[in-house]
């Protein structure tokens, strides 16, 4: 069965530095790969996502993740944080087999913000 | 702009008393998602729908929670009789699965914030 594991529930940056979420996935077919966000008080919204074309992808708000099939990761990132960057990231995987519309979603990492 | 609606945003009810949390996906979509999320544990998906049929309860606790679509435009999660535990936010999502089927993205609503006394 697919599954992702995100690595760390919180994660620190300071304004202006690096962000990087990492995300790991497990799945016996080539998956589709997600990254959602969540602000406070609002449903997920989606990021952006990996669909076998372009490994590099690039997302809303300056986001972009990369898939490498060898390390089975999905990691996102962001060169230069902004306070309003400060939410909850869920990585997600779905397996295009059996017509499954469904998709798992990791256990998210809450994203803090460091004036 | 398109977006998934869900009625009510904030509910206070005491136990045993029944509850029903309402969805409107998208116009088009063809599927729609029930989930509940908590501190504990997390996003965890309680019902899905394709063309309004139910595919998958089996995150559902069956004796008390119950999904439906009446129609394309409605999507109803009910509890009944509600326990503090289903304490939670249930979100709605949909999507448009595609002709081969394979797991496109959904689309969630703002969410109902339930919280059982």
């Known amino acids: 069965a697919q599954s992702v594991t995100q690595l760390g529930s919180h994660v620190s940056v300071s304004e202006g530095a690096l962000v990087l979420l990492r995300c790991n996935y497990s799945?016996?077919?080539?998956?589709?790969l997600f990254w959602y966000v969540q602000y406070p008080n609002q449903g997920l919204q989606l990021l952006l996502k990996y669909t076998s074309a372009a490994t590099l992808v690039k997302g809303i708000n300056g986001f972009e993740a990369e898939f490498k099939k060898s390390e089975t990761s999905f990691h996102l990132t962001k060169p230069s944080a902004h306070m309003s960057d400060a939410a909850e990231y869920f990585c997600?995987?779905?397996?295009?087999?059996?017509?499954?519309?469904?998709?798992?979603f990791g256990k998210g990492t809450r994203l803090h913000i460091l004036p | 702009d398109a977006r998934v609606t869900q009625t009510p945003r904030h509910k206070v009810t005491e136990m045993g008393q029944e509850v029903t949390m309402r969805c409107q996906p998208i116009l088009g979509h063809n599927t729609v998602f029930w989930y509940r999320q908590t501190m504990m544990q997390g996003l965890e998906l309680l019902a899905y729908f394709r063309n309004r049929a139910p595919l998958d309860d089996s995150g559902m606790p069956k004796d008390r929670f119950s999904a439906e679509m009446p129609d394309a435009t409605l999507a109803t999660l009910k509890i009944q009789p509600s326990e503090p535990r289903d304490s939670a936010v249930y979100f709605c999502?949909?999507?448009?699965?595609?002709?081969?089927?394979?797991?496109?993205?959904?689309?969630f609503g703002p969410g109902t914030r339930l919280t059982v006394l």
């Open positions: 997600a995987v779905s397996v295009p087999r059996n017509r499954d519309d469904k998709i798992i």
């Open positions: 999502a949909s999507g448009l699965t595609s002709l081969a089927g394979v797991g496109n993205e959904q689309f």
């Open positions: 799945s016996s077919v080539p998956p589709y």
